[in-house]
């Protein structure tokens, strides 16, 4: 992946763009967000964690406005998000959902322009050509432009999807410049070096004044990468802050059931923790 799309920062205002307060959601007879509060400031990377079923995409889907919430507010840069035209809000926040599903048989330049269809009217043909290509090329998939998206490996779907949301980034931005962009677990089914290349774009995004949410399973990169990290647990937020202030050997334990000694500093320049792990009782 490259870097050319993503363009010279702006002086971001620090003013929320996202703010939830006491979001609650309920489905199949049981609450599955509760009482969540959270804003998302721009410049910033929010990354989200928890265990698997911990309400970590429902949190997600409504602060997207997919779900609407049975108690709480979400607001907008001031605005209820249930009140904002669709149009507006595809150019205000872009979504990259844990599963993408296709059902007609796009070629992954198609896939890559479902992302400035409708969002970038306002841009050129020309203009919305080039933004496809420079997107494709910074998701590392330009080579794979005319090729079926249902022929592809699962990861190289993973930076296709990527790419289309980096072309609804940039077109958006031609309506609206305060964005959130919000990534559901998108470095599942990267390599290594895939991961660390989508992270390190979608932190140069947030360094232009996007508010950026990740949803993360590795606690090593959510940490390498948040500026401020949010742990749920069975629906709640339980803890949020800056990294170092937020995780603990006894959060761990109580979250995810395993023993990882954080008190064991990485060695100079190693850039994860690589620390020892005891599994627990997942019942503990
Ligand atoms: N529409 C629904 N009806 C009933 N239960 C649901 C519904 N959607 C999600 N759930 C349940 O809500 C819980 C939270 O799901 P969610 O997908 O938000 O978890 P998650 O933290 O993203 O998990 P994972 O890490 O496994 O992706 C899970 O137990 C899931 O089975």
């Known amino acids: 992946m490259s870097e050319t799309v993503i363009s010279e920062a ?50 997600l889907k409504l602060l997207t ?4 919430p049975s108690a709480g507010s979400i607001l907008v840069d001031g605005e209820a998000l249930a009140s904002i035209p669709g149009w507006r809000l595809a150019c ?27 969002v970038g009217r306002a841009l050129s043909r020309q ?15 330009l080579e794979l432009a005319s090729r079926r998206y249902q022929t592809l490996s699962g990861g190289e779907q993973q930076r296709v999807q990527f790419a289309r949301v980096l072309c609804q980034m940039e077109a958006g931005r031609s ?22 290349a989508l992270l390190d774009m979608a932190r140069s995004i947030a360094g232009r004044g996007v508010a950026v ?35 603990n050997d006894a959060l761990l334990r109580q979250v995810f059931k395993v023993d990882l000694s954080l008190s064991r500093a990485p060695a100079p320049g190693l850039p994860f923790l690589l620390p020892q792990q005891h599994r627990l009782n997942p019942a503990a």
Request: net charge neutral; charged share 20%; proline share 4%.
């Open 92 to 118: 205000q926040r872009v979504v990259m959902a844990q599963h993408a599903r296709l059902v007609f048989p796009f070629s992954v330049y198609e896939v890559a322009r479902l992302g400035v269809d409708g």
């Open 127 to 141: 203009r919305r050509e080039a933004l496809i290509g420079e997107c494709l090329a910074a998701a590392g998939v």
């Open 213 to 247: 949410l990740v949803v993360l399973h590795d606690l090593n990169l959510a940490v390498t990468y948040a500026d401020h990290l949010v742990v749920m647990d069975q629906g709640r937020i339980i803890a949020q802050g800056a990294p170092a202030k937020t995780l």
């Open 175 to 196: 309506v609206c410049e305060r964005q959130v962009l919000f990534l559901d677990e998108p470095i599942a089914s990267l390599d290594l070096c895939h991961q660390l």
């Open 10 to 59: 702006s002086a971001p205002a620090s003013r929320a763009i996202v703010a939830g307060q006491g979001i609650s959601f309920a489905a199949g007879g049981r609450h599955l967000v509760r009482e969540a509060s959270l804003t998302l400031a721009p410049g910033k990377t929010t990354i989200l964690i928890g265990p698997n079923g911990a309400g970590k995409s429902t949190l």
């Open 65 to 68: 406005g997919e779900l609407k």
